[in-house]
């Protein structure tokens, strides 16, 4: 088999050989940044209960995305043994609760709007998708041309 040019070029960030949790700290660094990008403009062109809506949806977002996190990590640490998880995977049913409670609190207090806090929960959407094109951008530079 005969190598490429780019086969001598060392690893970038991306490549099989980073950190595994590299990824997840991209995803939850880019869900923040479209979070307080969507509150920045909010707050210049929109209502103050759409901003803070804005405001709370990214916050639970980024809750929610590290609580994923953890809660998964305890629900599998005993996976390779064979022991049955900890009582501390029930944290992955109750972040649901914690943030409907979150949300409910803040639209009955007239605080923030609903359809704007949804919408500021969709941050980690994007978090993903910059994550996504990421991947493909490097999927496509390092191909290797047989």
């Known amino acids: 088999m005969i190598e490429g040019a780019d086969s001598a070029r060392p690893d970038e960030p991306g490549h099989a050989g980073e950190d595994p949790r590299a990824a997840e700290r991209r995803i939850f660094r880019d869900t923040f940044v479209a979070a307080v990008l969507a509150v920045v403009v909010s707050a210049a062109l929109a209502p103050w209960r759409v901003t803070s809506g804005l405001a709370l949806g990214g916050a639970l977002a980024l809750f929610n ?74 999927a496509i530079v390092r191909r290797e041309e047989t």
């Open 65 to 138: 995305l590290h609580w994923l996190r953890t809660s998964v990590e305890a629900a599998f640490e005993g996976a390779p043994t064979g022991r049955p998880p900890r009582v501390r995977a029930a944290r992955f049913v109750l972040r649901y609760f914690v943030v409907a409670l979150a949300v409910f609190v803040a639209q009955r207090a007239g605080l923030a709007s609903l359809a704007a806090t949804f919408a500021g929960m969709c941050a980690v959407v994007a978090g993903l998708l910059a994550e996504g094109f990421r991947q493909f951008y490097f």
